[in-house]
């Protein structure tokens, strides 16, 4: 079976992305709460709070596109069962997109923290993509979608243990 790359809120910024994906000629899917509206590519709605809807959507779309192969994920807390659903799934590579306080210094632990969801999972390789921001001009700014999904792009092609998309450094020019 051709290989199957599964997204987990790819309908947002992430979008972008996903049609790149698409455009790679394996299988993809999309889990979101409205995956299912997103046209072109295999949508399985559920919402990554309710960890039995997630597994059963996930196991759906093993079921119809083989084992995952890479994933992307982007869950915007990593305090929920879902990740570890993923992790235990993913038989490749698992790119988590993580936003910018993961690059707090004051916290200087959550880049691992993150990382250990694929603990004792050895056919899951964590990469992890952090959102910073930009200074253009003196003026600090976040991302703008197309540089996030272009940025993750990247990543994804690459296959870095760590990307850094725009910066986080000084953390004190932040937005
Ligand atoms: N550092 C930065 O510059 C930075 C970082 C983060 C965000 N942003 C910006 O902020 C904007 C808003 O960000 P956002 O976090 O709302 O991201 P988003 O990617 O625009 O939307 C969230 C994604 O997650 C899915 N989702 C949300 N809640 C879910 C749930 N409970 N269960 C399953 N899927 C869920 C959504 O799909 P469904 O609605 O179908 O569930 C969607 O695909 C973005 O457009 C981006 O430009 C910037």
Request: glycine content about 10%; aromatic content about 6%; proline content about 5%.
């Amino acid at each position: 079976m051709a290989a199957h790359t599964l997204v987990v809120g790819g309908t947002g910024m992430l979008s972008e992305l996903c049609e790149a994906l698409a455009g790679d000629g394996g299988r993809l899917s999309l889990l979101s709460r409205h995956a299912s509206r997103a046209a072109g590519t295999d949508g399985f709605d559920c919402d990554y709070h309710d960890g039995v809807a997630f597994a059963a959507a996930l196991d759906a779309a093993i079921a119809r596109s083989g084992p995952i192969d890479r994933a992307v994920a982007w869950f915007h807390t990593l305090k929920i069962e879902a990740p570890r659903l993923l992790a235990a799934r993913v038989e490749g590579a698992m790119f988590q997109v993580l936003g910018s306080a993961v690059a707090d210094p004051a916290h200087p632990e959550r880049l691992e923290t993150a990382r250990r969801v694929a603990e004792g999972l050895p056919r899951c390789a964590v990469r992890q993509i952090v959102l910073g921001f930009r200074v253009e001009a003196g003026r600090a700014r976040w991302l703008t979608n197309a540089e996030i999904s272009q940025g993750a792009l990247e990543a994804i092609r690459s296959d870095r243990p760590l990307t850094v998309i725009g910066q986080t450094e000084p953390w004190s020019a932040r937005p």
